[in-house]
């Protein structure tokens, strides 16, 4: 390869880097100053307005979604304390790779997490 060759190749690379390098800083930028409102995804009201549901449908679909949520709970009581068990474990594990900044952006992550699953909860009338 020719040294005119070799060294446009090398601009077309540092161009190219500069490029996607801006890309992710700006893309990490945009996500820290505007982060994202978290949003309740509720799969039961999705069902019931997009097959546009009668009231009588509404009122037994939604019994069929509280039988469902009832009979997971009553599947998963035997092995959530090993779940949760497991899910702490993995946290101290990952906590231990962390430096002071990560660490507490992990919690705060497990914090949004929480409530985020809290309010899941409250929506579906799991939690008051």
Avoid: C, H
Avoid at 60 to 69: G, K, L, Q, T
């Amino acid at each position: 390869m020719s040294s005119a060759k070799q060294a446009k190749s090398v601009a077309m690379m540092s161009i190219l880097a500069a490029f996607l390098t801006g890309g992710v800083v700006g893309f990490a930028t945009d996500r820290a100053l505007n982060k994202p409102e978290l949003r309740v995804y509720d799969a039961q009201e999705e069902l019931a307005r997009a097959l546009e549901f009668s009231d009588a449908q509404r009122q037994r679909v939604d019994s069929i979604w509280a039988w469902r949520r009832a009979r997971q709970r009553e599947l998963l009581a035997p092995v959530r304390a090993q779940l949760d068990s497991t899910r702490d474990s993995a946290r101290v594990l990952i906590l231990k790779e962390l430096n002071e900044s990560q660490t507490r952006g992990f919690y705060e992550l497990i914090e949004r997490n929480e409530r985020a699953a809290d309010s899941v909860a409250r929506v579906r009338g799991e939690k008051q």
